[in-house]
């Protein structure tokens, strides 16, 4: 049973910068897809950004240019750092992990952290 804990959320002012972090346990955990997902109230949950085994990634268009998904192997982490933050980026973000297409799509994971909230003022 894998556990994903993120980190790093907050509230910042419109055009800010957060990085989150998650952290897949146990370390011996592996899987080819790990990604980032957010919910906003009254909104259905989203893809935000996905990365595979190759490292290969995947943003959706409303972050193209301002978020950036990196992973570190040795630490089990995943990080996305957020800048130019805009008050439409305001959601719980989740963070994700499974076997499958490396997707935006959140019913292809099976696996998800409890979610830090992020929040931007304007």
């Known amino acids: 049973q894998v556990q994903l804990v993120e980190s790093g959320g907050g509230s910042v002012q419109a055009g800010g910068s957060l990085r989150l972090s998650c952290t897949a346990s146990?370390?011996?955990?592996?899987?080819?897809?790990m990604g980032w997902f957010r919910q906003a109230p009254g909104k259905e949950r989203e893809g935000v950004a996905t990365?595979?085994?190759?490292?290969?990634?995947t943003y959706a268009d409303s972050v193209k240019g301002r978020f950036t998904l990196s992973l570190d192997p040795a630490k089990n982490t995943l990080y996305l750092q957020m800048n130019s933050l805009k008050p439409e980026d305001t959601a719980m973000y989740y963070c994700a992990a499974d076997w499958g297409w490396c997707r935006l799509n959140p019913d292809e994971y099976k696996n998800w952290g409890q979610g830090t909230q992020v929040t931007v003022s304007s």
């Open positions: 990365i595979d085994s190759d490292d290969s990634t």
């Open positions: 146990p370390y011996t955990y592996r899987s080819n897809c």
